[in-house]
C-alpha cells in the first residue's frame, strides 16, 4: 500500500523539477533554487512514506 506522503512527495519533487526547469529557461536563479529545494523536500516526504511502510508491513 502505498503512503500519502510518498503521492505528496512525489507531487512536490515533479514541481520542484517544474519549477527548477522554469527558472532556467527565464534566466531566475530564485526560481531554480526554490524548485531544487522542493524537490528535496518531496524526495524526503517521499521516503517517509516508504519507511512509513516498511513500519506498518513489519508489524502487520
Same mark, same amino acid.
Given at each position: 500500500?502505498? +503512503?500519502?506522503?510518498? *503521492?505528496? &512527495?512525489? !507531487?512536490?519533487? $515533479?514541481? #520542484? =523539477?517544474?519549477?527548477?526547469?522554469? /527558472? %532556467? @529557461?527565464?534566466?531566475? +536563479?530564485?526560481?531554480? *533554487?526554490? &524548485?531544487? !529545494?522542493?524537490? $528535496?523536500? #518531496? =524526495?524526503?516526504?517521499?521516503?517517509? /512514506? %516508504? @519507511?512509513?511502510?516498511?513500519?506498518?508491513?513489519?508489524?502487520?
Amino acid at each position: 500500500m502505498v +503512503d500519502k506522503n510518498q *503521492v505528496s &512527495g512525489g !507531487a512536490k519533487e $515533479l514541481g #520542484g =523539477k517544474v519549477k527548477e526547469a522554469a /527558472g %532556467k @529557461v527565464v534566466g531566475n +536563479d530564485r526560481l531554480v *533554487v526554490e &524548485g531544487k !529545494a522542493d524537490q $528535496l523536500e #518531496g =524526495k524526503t516526504e517521499k521516503n517517509l /512514506g %516508504k @519507511v512509513k511502510d516498511a513500519v506498518r508491513d513489519q508489524i502487520h
